[in-house]
């Protein structure tokens, strides 16, 4: 059993299974036995078919641990869970040093509430949001993320259909910044101009640190 077998690895640091179709129901089974895995900093879980429904206990074990990553790129993640991380973050409890959501199905009103609760969080200092599905009335959240967070090192907003106003409300936000050091911006539509001149600023920052 998944759950006994953890519970006798514990020195375990990193806890990944990738490109397995794991689901929900495999998810708590093998989450069911961390409880002895005082060592675990890293929850790698990409490729696989996880859902909303999965966030809650995900959260009761980042509560509880100290976890520094978190990957859930190319799952089944929407509005929900990443409103139920939102909260998780913004209740202060949070140690993610590094979040992957790319490649999951998050539209506007979920991300904004994530972007909102990391805004003020002092620990993410890289952030994966590439290929979702949400576009320009995110532009205010991303803005703000890069004007309020000061600890933002890297933020990947690829594949995300955001348009030339995202755009310019995203280099309002990196005009402010200090820390932010890279911002992926392929295929976001936000136009050549102002990728350049993000370009520019970012190396700013980089000769900066």
């Not at 490649?103 to 002092?122: F, P, Q, R, W, Y």
Request: glycine share 6%.
């Amino acid at each position: 059993n998944i759950a006994s077998g953890l519970e006798s690895s514990t020195k375990l640091r990193v806890l990944s299974v990738s490109n397995s179709k794991v689901s929900d129901s495999l998810l708590y089974m093998m989450l069911d036995g961390t409880e002895k895995l005082r060592n675990v900093t890293v929850l790698d879980f990409p490729n696989n078919i996880i859902t909303d429904d999965s966030i809650e206990t995900l959260v009761k074990i980042m509560s509880a641990k100290k976890i520094r990553k978190l990957n859930l790129s190319n799952n089944r993640i929407k509005n929900e869970g990443a409103s139920s991380l939102a909260v998780f973050i913004a209740s202060g409890k949070s140690t993610l040093h590094n979040l992957n959501l790319s490649l999951n199905h998050i539209k506007d009103d979920g991300m904004v509430s994530l972007l909102k609760s990391i805004a003020t969080e002092k620990e993410i200092q890289f952030l994966n949001i590439a290929s979702n599905r949400f576009s320009a009335p995110t532009g205010d959240a991303i803005r703000d993320l890069l004007t309020v967070n000061k600890r933002l090192r890297e933020l990947d907003i690829s594949c995300n259909k955001l348009g030339k106003q995202a755009g310019r409300l995203i280099l309002d936000g990196v005009k402010v910044s200090t820390t932010i050091q890279h911002i992926d911006l392929r295929l976001t539509e936000v136009g050549r101009d102002i990728e350049a001149e993000i370009s520019r600023l970012l190396i700013q920052n980089i000769g900066i640190s």
